[in-house]
């Protein structure tokens, strides 16, 4: 027997959600979507100037922490023109990254990261960071979602000058969507939630909160429903959330996280 055979499972992203079904009804389970992320691009007169920064040789340094943005500051020096001066810049700079997705953006243009995380984290490039000493600089620092980070302050501690570049923000969730989710958990309607980004457990747990359902949910996920993460990023926001059984994949790919949530299904009595 499949180990989702008769499991159903939330899926909280807005990307590949048909893959992702697809993957569920072929090891016997099925998927509702409940897509708890909203994400709005900003406008590229808020980016521009920052591009063009980047292309006056303002920075030192240039750290980006996800794929889509990195791609997205692109889209938008193309517009104007300016995509091959920005890549132009890069190659002079010293250039960090996080996460395997960003690794894969760099390479399509050529470019090639000085430092990169050591598991997928902001503290795993943190420490990689610690290395090269890092101090009286000017540092362009792309983001993900909200202003400010770990990251950033870090990086002040040590006198540097930080530039952040947000090419995106977040935006919440239909409210509705939040509470079907919530009485899905907390009903065991649905076997397991998957989550694939930190806002979505942010949004989701936050819901929980303000109408008083934090506790409930948290138990809920102890002894019901598994809460299934894509990567560590997300699982530490699960974790420091208070659910305290985190499920995921050695490999951060959503189609490994499944698998993964099979194959913990088929070895544990739940």
């Known amino acids: 027997m499949a180990g989702l055979e008769k499991k159903k499972i939330a899926l909280l992203g807005t990307r590949k959600i048909e893959e992702q079904t697809a993957i569920i009804e072929q090891l016997g389970g099925s998927a509702v979507h409940r897509p708890a992320q909203g994400t709005i691009f900003f406008d590229a007169e808020q980016i521009e100037p920052e591009i063009h920064k980047i292309i006056n040789g303002q920075f030192q340094w240039a750290i980006f922490t996800t794929g889509i943005g990195f791609e997205k500051l692109f889209e938008i020096a193309k517009d104007s023109e300016l995509d091959d001066a920005l890549l132009s810049a890069l190659q002079q700079v010293k250039i960090a990254i996080r996460g395997y997705k960003t690794a894969n953006a760099l390479k399509k243009r050529g470019l090639t990261p000085l430092v990169r995380d050591d598991d997928g984290s902001i503290e795993g490039l943190i420490r990689q960071l610690e290395e090269q000493h890092l101090s009286n600089l000017n540092i362009a620092v792309q983001l993900y979602g909200d202003p400010h980070s770990e990251l950033v302050d870090w990086l002040i501690d040590r006198s540097n000058t930080v530039q952040e570049i947000l090419p995106y923000q977040h935006i919440p969730p239909q409210k509705e969507v939040l509470e079907q989710l919530l009485q899905e958990v907390?009903?065991?309607?649905?076997?397991?939630?998957?989550?694939?980004?930190?806002?979505?457990?942010?949004?989701?747990?936050?819901?929980?909160?303000?109408?008083?359902?934090?506790?409930?949910?948290?138990?809920?996920?102890?002894?019901?429903?598994?809460?299934?993460?894509?990567?560590?990023?997300?699982?530490?926001?699960?974790?420091?959330?208070?659910?305290?059984?985190?499920?995921?994949?050695?490999?951060?790919?959503?189609?490994?996280?499944l698998m993964t949530l099979n194959k913990y299904y088929k070895e544990t009595v739940v």
């Open 186 to 257: 907390l009903t065991k309607k649905v076997d397991a939630v998957s989550f694939t980004s930190t806002p979505q457990v942010k949004y989701f747990f936050q819901y929980a909160e303000q109408h008083e359902q934090k506790e409930a949910l948290l138990a809920a996920f102890e002894q019901d429903v598994v809460a299934l993460s894509v990567g560590k990023v997300t699982g530490k926001v699960l974790t420091e959330a208070g659910v305290k059984r985190v499920i995921m994949p050695q490999d951060e790919r959503m189609g490994s996280a």
